[in-house]
Nanobody, 126 residues
Framework: QVQLVESGGGLVQAGGSLRLSCAAS????????MAWLRQAPGKEREFVAR????????YYPESVKGRFTISGDNAKNTVYLQMNSLKPEDTAVYYC???????????????????WGQGTQVTVSL
């Protein structure tokens, strides 16, 4: 059974940093795409980072580019999200997700992801 377990969320002041971890188990994820998404109250779930382990390409939306970094440790089946210069608008529940190989997919659609973590709350105060 595939499981994704996030950790590392919490309360931080604006300008601070947090590192989220997503531990994956149940299968080898070396050919998967991994992503971090977030959902704030009343808003849609949105991508904040995507990593394709095969090739190592990453994607960030403009809202977090230069502040967030996604990385992975293949041996540990763990993906990280380093978040720096946090802003109050970064407050949300952050989810880790995994997508199996899909031909021609850019893995920027929620429907590409088969596996989801339970989410971890990140709150950024002024």
């Amino acid at each position: 059974q595939v499981q994704l377990v996030e950790s590392g969320g919490g309360l931080v002041q604006a300008g601070g940093s947090l590192r989220l971890s997503c531990a994956a188990s149940g299968r080898a994820f070396s050919r998967y795409a991994m992503a971090w998404l977030r959902q704030a109250p009343g808003k849609e779930r949105e991508f904040v980072a995507r990593l394709r382990w095969s090739g190592g390409s990453t994607y960030y939306p403009e809202s977090v580019k230069g502040r967030f970094t996604i990385s992975g440790d293949n041996a540990k089946n763990t993906v990280y999200l380093q978040m720096n210069s946090l802003k109050p608008e970064d407050t949300a529940v952050y989810y880790c997700a995994a997508a199996p190989p899909r031909p021609y997919s850019d893995y920027l659609s929620l429907t590409a992801y088969d596996y989801w973590g339970q989410g971890t709350q990140v709150t950024v105060s002024l």
